[in-house]
């Protein structure tokens, strides 16, 4: 049977950090957010550490999308003493609008994919937000090289369960043993790839995380196609 290779789509291939930076860095801008917040520079500070709390709740099945996307706007603005949920749905709306249109990808990302297409289908397996991940793949060019878009939206299953590997090797037609996952979410990516039975390589893994010996890890992608190729 023939090898896939399934790769997750924020921070492996998309670059999410750089491309949500000049999302919100646009934001500040358009909202005229300096009668608020002293710089820019801040504002993304205190967004990305309350984005993140939102977003471990969310994958807790602890936040809901809808409140995710303007609450972390909101604990932003009232960490800066101005409580405006009004302002802060408006910067939760646009974010969403404006940040899947840009297009900056990871170093190497586009010759990896490019090569590895040319010898396997290509997959993405993603706990993104089904109408967001879609624009993502469309703008930045990466949508022709990708067979199957398995979002946890639409299989009701958030990685790293099982269940999200499971329907991903169905509707590609791929065996386990033969497959690959790639990701640089250590438990979401690289542990739960590797226990739903497919070989793993974790991008970019961070000192602290003691990682499974099985699981292969790589500073960037363009280690990714000599592991794949042999
Ligand atoms: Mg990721």
Redesign the pocket.
Known sequence: MKSHVFF?????LWD?KANSRDTLTELYAYFRLNTIIPDAELFIEFYEGFNAACWAAYQRNEMRKDFLRHQRFFLTLAHFGFKNRTLAKKLGAEYVARSPLKTKLLPHAMEVVERLHAEFPLHII?NGFQEVQSVKLRESGLAPYFKEIITSEKAGHKKPSPRIFQLALKRSGAAAEQSWMV???YQ??ALGGWQSGLRSIWLEPTAETSSHPEIQKVACLSEVPKIILG
């Open positions: 997750d789509l924020d921070n492996t999410f993603t990701g640089d979410d979401a990516d």
